[in-house]
């Protein structure tokens, strides 16, 4: 049997070079146009036109997705959510990126590694609406491998002409944070060479009635950090990208896992599960939070989440961090916000350009001088994303400009 | 076992197995599923009432649904068998499809009164509910994974285990279970009865390791589950989780075995199980 690598629990990882990422939410279709959308304060966020019983609440939804022309080979998998897949895998080169690295790897030793909340749920449901007398599913919906949890992951891996591991993560809101930490210890261990890692959330009545039925959504553009939040707006987005353990970078430097152990839905009020995230991620970056130049915030605009972050952040890192939420321009892409705010800091640390959080007029008390409503072109080094989920799930994710010596 | 499986070019995951556990109607917890798999006994003729798992308030236990009830009744018996605080395991909690039922009321609902949604059903429907009931419950701040993989969901959750438990160094709880589909849903998805497995896997040997599991990659075209001997198999017949009675069988019988789990069309996850021999 060949020796593994090994490194203990509370030791520092190698660090991962993202090789290339992409991005498709509300507030724009790939990187620079996101980055644009950042830069010029432009919102992704409309009134709810989605739903076919009015709810008055505003949606990142991306538009004509449903209207695109699709790939007949991949016939089996259309649906709302492999569209926003496909239209993110379409984006920024991603594919040929990957097409370079299974000639350089093989199929077989890439592995697929994504995160979704409700996967292509919008299909089934769609499919109930439409039900034949006899209880069936409407023929063009009769497609099993659509109506499982699993239907992004086989969808990636058969877009990409993967062949590796394929796996999906569905912890809700860390979903596609914790895709990263996953492929790392696969990458780690030897048991792929590369990984696409990733995630899709797709705008449904289950996300959009439930979240209602849980008094959680904003009837205006979710404000994050603002004193007068009064909930979220649900968003929808894709996003991916492929680590390996040597590349251009920028450099996954590490990551941090956690529960709250404390309600379905509502956050831990200390912030215990947030915190030890957070010290984890630095611990196995073996960074100090004053390392940390710029954090994308998890900032869904519940009243909760902020406060608790906000005094986190206020707590655990110095004045210099910059730190925001970018769910006013995207909405709360819920398993997909991970991926969409790893990508967006990615971004931060490429344009050297911490965006800034929209629609708050003014901020919470409870924020320290960490929080920044206006963008600013800074010097970032270092910056990482917080995703803190549903069911009490964390993940902080770190990543560094250039590979630490 | 296809004899055309070769290695994937991955090196092998040892593990130790601490405490398992195993629930479902006929076989209703570990001591009774290990002496109907030694064939020492028959199955209870009756199937057993669904598990109230002690873990939840008393409110909260007759409210939970299947998923949530099956799972933590299972990772409960495994923390027990291992001699491990809950608390402090980080866990894996596989589905191939989640909570079905709950899929069909939501999409039923959906469908004529979306409005009506009820919240508590909602945030039950979720993937990681009973991930997160399980920490809430045990006071856990360690990090559990929701995964699937659909019909390789059992081989990818142990693989995802393993090398969590190696990477970090740590025990970790792996759960496994499905339960049964129903309505419209049932004709796309194919689960039946309840079934749910656990266990505590360890990157080290100690007194508390029943046996040893060597985990490797393997490669090779349309590879196949290992197969339960045919009475076993009965017992869970038509659930999504069935493939995996094969590795509970043999930890059961402690016998030397090396099983496959499939993890994808072309790979499949190579398990030797090495028993512990008698201690001394």
């Not at chain 1, 509370?10 to 950042?38: D, I, N």
């Not at chain 2, 849903?185 to 009865?193: D, E, L, N, Q």
């Amino acid at each position: 049997m060949a020796a593994l690598p090994s490194h203990g629990g509370s030791g520092r990882t190698a660090p991962l070079s993202v090789s290339a990422a992409t991005l498709v939410c509300a507030a724009g279709r790939g990187r620079a146009a996101v980055l644009a959308a950042l830069r010029e304060r432009r919102t992704g966020l409309a009134r709810n036109a989605f739903t076919s019983v009015p709810l008055e609440t505003w949606i990142g939804r991306v538009p004509g997705i449903e209207a695109e022309p699709w790939p007949h080979s991949l016939a089996e998998w259309e649906c709302r959510n492999n569209r926003l897949a496909w239209a993110a895998l379409c984006t920024d080169d991603f594919r040929a990126r990957v097409a370079q690295a299974r000639s350089r790897y093989g199929a077989g030793r890439i592995a697929v590694v994504v995160g979704t909340s409700t996967a292509s749920v919008g299909a089934t449901e769609e499919a109930y609406c439409r039900l034949e007398p006899d209880g069936q599913f409407p023929p063009d919906l009769r497609r099993p491998v659509i109506h499982t949890p699993h239907s992004l992951a086989g969808f990636t891996q058969q877009a990409l002409g993967l062949e590796g591991f394929a796996l999906t993560i569905a912890t809700a809101c860390s979903s596609s944070a914790k895709v990263f930490a996953e492929a790392a210890r696969l990458l780690a261990l030897g048991l792929a060479d590369a990984a696409v890692v990733g995630g899709a959330d797709s705008l449904c009545g289950s996300v959009l009635f439930g979240f209602h039925s849980l008094a959680l959504l904003s009837a205006q553009p979710c404000r994050p950090f603002d004193p007068g939040r009064d909930g979220i707006s649900l968003g929808e987005g894709a996003g991916f990208a492929l680590l390996e353990r040597e590349g251009p970078g920028p450099w996954l430097l590490g990551y941090g896992e956690s529960s709250d152990a404390h309600h379905m839905s509502s956050p831990h009020p200390e912030g215990l599960g947030a915190r030890r995230a957070i010290e984890r991620a630095l611990a196995r970056a073996g960074l100090p939070a004053g390392a940390v130049d710029y954090i994308n915030l998890h900032g869904t605009a519940s009243h909760k989440n902020d406060e608790i972050e906000a005094r986190v952040v206020a707590e655990l890192f110095p004045a210099r961090t910059r730190a925001s939420s970018t769910k006013g321009w995207t909405g709360h892409a819920l398993g997909a916000a991970g991926i969409l705010e790893a990508v967006i800091t990615l971004m931060a640390l490429e344009a050297q350009f911490a965006p800034g959080t929209l629609n708050a007029r003014t901020l919470d008390p409870v924020c320290g001088p960490q929080l920044m409503l206006a963008g600013e072109e800074r010097s970032l080094a270092c910056a990482s994303s917080h995703s803190f989920g549903f069911g009490g799930s964390n993940c902080v994710l770190l990543f560094g400009r250039e590979r630490p010596a | 076992m296809s004899a055309a499986m070769h290695p994937a070019g991955s090196a092998a995951l040892s593990v130790w197995v601490e405490g398992v556990a195993l629930w479902t109607p006929r076989l209703p917890g570990w001591p009774a599923a290990r002496a109907v798999l030694r064939g020492e006994t028959q199955p209870q003729g009756e199937p057993a009432p669904r598990p109230q798992p002690a873990l939840l308030p008393p409110t909260e236990r007759r409210r939970a649904p299947d998923t949530v009830a099956v799972a933590l009744e299972v990772a409960f018996a495994a923390c027990a068998s291992a001699g491990r605080d809950p608390a402090r395991l980080p866990s894996v909690f596989a589905s191939a499809y989640g909570d079905l039922p709950l899929n069909d009321y939501m999409c039923a609902t959906l469908a004529r009164t979306p409005l009506l949604v009820s919240p508590t059903r909602f945030h039950n429907s979720v993937h990681n509910a009973a991930a997160g009931y399980w920490t809430i419950a045990t006071g856990c701040l360690e990090p559990y994974t929701a995964l699937s993989a659909r019909e390789h969901t059992f081989g990818a959750g142990l693989l995802s285990a393993a090398t969590q438990a190696v990477s970090e160094d740590a025990a970790v709880l792996y759960v496994a279970y499905d339960i049964e589909a129903c309505g419209p849903m049932a004709t796309m998805v194919s689960s039946r009865g309840l079934f749910g497995v656990a266990m505590v896997l360890s990157p080290q040997p100690s007194t508390r390791a029943v046996a040893r599991l060597v985990c490797e990659v393997r490669a090779g075209s349309a590879p196949r589950n290992s197969a339960a001997s045919a009475q076993a198999a009965a017992l869970v017949q038509g659930n999504a989780m069935a493939g995996c009675l094969c590795v509970f069988e043999a930890l059961a019988q402690e016998v030397p075995r090396e099983l496959m789990q499939t993890l994808s069309g072309g790979l499949a996850l190579s398990v030797a199980i090495v028993p512990r021999g008698p201690v001394a």
